[in-house]
């Protein structure tokens, strides 16, 4: 579908087009490539020296990379804690068993505290 079928309108939030909307298929198409390209913002260039790309400093990137990669081990963590409480389940073991068979009872072989008969 095109801008102009489909009847796209453009809204801007904050800044010195608030509450702004445009219907206009030109218009907006105009905002679209604008904000792909990163220009939708109104700088001013010859002062900040900018060019309308957002851009991190190495001590941003540094705090992401170690963001993401605690988050990365935190979530490993609980999967692998959830996979050791939950061994039974994931083995396919019928919750309804347990009157029968307690998991885990004869898994340590060679352990002399290991019991050999169900009790």
Do not use: M
């Amino acid at each position: 579908y095109s801008v102009e079928q489909v009847g796209v309108t453009v809204e801007f939030y904050g800044g010195e087009l608030n509450g702004v909307s445009y219907s206009n298929p030109a218009t907006v198409k105009k905002y679209a490539r604008r904000s792909q390209l990163g220009e939708i913002f109104e700088l001013d260039r010859a002062t900040l020296k900018s060019d309308g790309v957002f851009r991190s400093s190495p001590r941003g990137w540094f705090t992401f990379g170690h963001a993401t990669f605690a988050l990365l081990f935190f979530f490993r963590h609980i999967w692998h804690g959830a996979r050791t409480l939950f061994r039974d389940v994931f083995a396919g073991i019928d919750p309804d068993l347990d009157a029968q068979v307690e998991f885990g009872t004869f898994q340590k072989v060679g352990d002399p505290t290991t019991r050999k008969h169900a009790v």
